[in-house]
């Protein structure tokens, strides 16, 4: 039932609580040790937990039904009293409200999908430890063959469970193509291979049909848009812009570029008349996602509410119906799944600035949040082994900054040299594909270390070499790579 988006599922709930509390210099410990594989470790322990408990308040029940002597009533009492501690404590605890009144399946999905589990464990209780214990009156034991049976099913039931929930999440890994070909057929990245980051265990899939944008806070006329009103709009516009996330790794494959078409953020903003208080813009989406950015920001002519992405509907798993698009920050400000934008004085700290990750503002010349300058060594792969002579490329960035130039260097950053940028690049929002040439001098390993300059004014340009971790703003160092080359 959580899956077709009316039910809750309380292993996620309990996960989504747990993670939101989390400070994020200890979620950004477990994610760089574990990668995506801690979101996974959190759901196994919190699916663990929830499959435990019902043996555990099952103990009494044969125990009860002898005294009670009434079956149903025993069946009733285990379907509804967990039903109620769970509706009314569980759920308010964890922070999905009331009788899950807060969380994505509202009240009546919320009890109508925790009565019915709760039954459904009643009924295996009900069977096991009333019918099969009534027929097997001096204990029930399993042959040989039917203990083998059992096993073979609980390792198929792992081996299918471990799977599926591997598909909810993945490794981050080194941004790699086969070669430079594939990296120039793919300067745009195609919808399916483009980078996934969430806080969610499941996504939200939200109806375009009835999906609304409102437009409230400190402005004259708050608005309220469809996806109709906006696809209707004269004024949409498109742009060519890269998105990385935040808790990517230097080298990382969290990193990808789309064409987006939308509405200009301004417009909407300058229809709703945005009040001299206003200095902010928060918004507000569909699983509960909160960020910020300041007003100049927002009202940027290429920041948009993207509609669409590579020229096709915005996929679900990329935000759709639709996303804010701030081209030059951190992915975590292009909000997904949009569904209201609030005008608010003074900043505006959003799920993950609350837990401790960089806000979007002006520090001095510098802007916080914003994508910082990286080369990217994509082709060839990690610890390839290469003879004659080979091209190296990769991929460069420094958000709306745009590239200056690239330098590699083969010898594990003694020299330097300067590759080879694609020109022109898709537009100075996106990252600059480069190649540079190189014959090894003789057999051995090589270190390969790449590094970016970027259009900034003043020229502190120079990407920064002291290597840093994502958290809080964002990861630093030179890419490298080792090669071998066959003596």
Same mark, same amino acid.
């Given at each position: 039932?959580?899956?077709?988006? !009316? ?94 009144? @807060? ?30 214990? =009534? ?29 599926? @929930? ?15 070909? /594939? ?22 899939? *939200? ?7 409102? !437009? ?21 516009? /498109? ?6 996330? *935040? ?123 914003? !994508? ?33 130039? *690239? /330098?590699? =260097? ?38 390969? *270390? ?5 259009? =900034? ?31």
């Amino acid at each position: 039932m959580r899956l077709s988006g !009316i039910g809750v599922f309380l292993p996620e709930v309990a996960v989504d609580f747990t993670v939101g509390r989390i400070p994020g210099n200890v979620e950004s410990f477990f994610i760089r040790t574990m990668g995506e594989g801690a979101k996974l470790l959190a759901l196994i322990t919190s699916l663990t937990i929830f499959l435990l408990t019902p043996g555990f308040y099952a103990l009494p029940y044969r125990w009860i039904e002898k005294r009670v002597r009434n079956r149903w009533i025993v069946f009733a009492l285990y379907g509804l009293v967990p039903s109620a501690i769970v509706l009314f404590a569980v759920l308010p605890i964890l922070g999905a409200g009331f009788l899950g009144s @807060l969380s994505a399946a509202g009240t009546t999905g919320a009890v109508v999908s925790q009565v019915l589990s709760a039954f459904l464990s009643a009924s295996i209780m009900d069977y096991f430890l009333v019918d099969v214990a =009534s027929r097997h009156p001096e204990g029930f034991s399993l042959s040989r063959r039917q203990f083998i049976v059992a096993v073979g099913v609980l390792i198929a039931a792992a081996a299918v469970t471990v799977t599926g @929930l591997t598909t909810l999440v993945t490794r981050p890994a080194r941004l790699v193509f086969a070669s430079v070909q /594939e990296m120039v057929s793919k300067e745009i990245t195609p919808n399916d291979e483009f980078y996934v980051v969430t806080k969610n265990l499941i996504d939200p899939e *939200v109806d375009r049909a009835s999906w609304r944008l409102g !437009i409230d806070g400190l402005v004259a006329t708050p608005a309220s848009y469809s996806l109709s009103d906006l696809a209707q709009r004269t004024d949409s516009q /498109e742009e060519l812009a890269t998105l990385e996330c *935040v808790s990517n790794e230097v080298g990382g494959n969290l990193i990808s570029t789309a064409r987006w078409t939308g509405i200009p953020l301004a417009n909407l903003l300058a229809a709703a008349g945005v009040t001299p208080a206003a200095d902010w813009v928060a918004f507000t989406c569909a699983d509960g996602y909160t960020v910020g950015v300041p007003l100049a920001k927002a009202t940027n002519p290429s920041t948009m509410v993207a509609l669409q992405m590579n020229r096709d509907s915005l996929p679900s798993k990329h935000g759709g119906p639709a996303r804010i698009i701030v081209p030059g920050l951190y992915g975590m400000f292009h909000a997904k799944w949009v569904t209201r934008v609030t005008l608010v004085q003074g900043a505006f700290f959003g799920f993950w600035q609350q837990k401790g990750w960089t806000n979007s503002e002006f520090a001095g010349t510098k802007e916080r949040g914003a !994508i910082r300058t990286t080369a990217i060594i994509a082709t060839p792969a990690y610890n390839a082994v290469v003879s004659g002579p080979v091209t190296i490329g990769g991929v460069a960035l420094a958000g709306d900054r745009g590239i200056k130039r *690239v /330098e590699v =260097s083969t010898d594990g950053g003694a020299s330097w040299a300067v590759a080879t940028l694609k020109t022109p690049p898709l537009s100075n929002l996106t990252w600059v594909l480069w190649t540079f040439n190189w014959t090894p001098p003789g057999g051995g390993s090589y270190r390969i *270390v790449a590094r970016a300059f970027d259009n =900034s004014v003043p020229p502190d340009d120079a990407q920064q070499s002291v290597p840093a971790p994502p958290f809080p703003d964002g990861a630093a160092g030179y890419d490298s790579i080792p090669l071998l080359v066959p003596g």
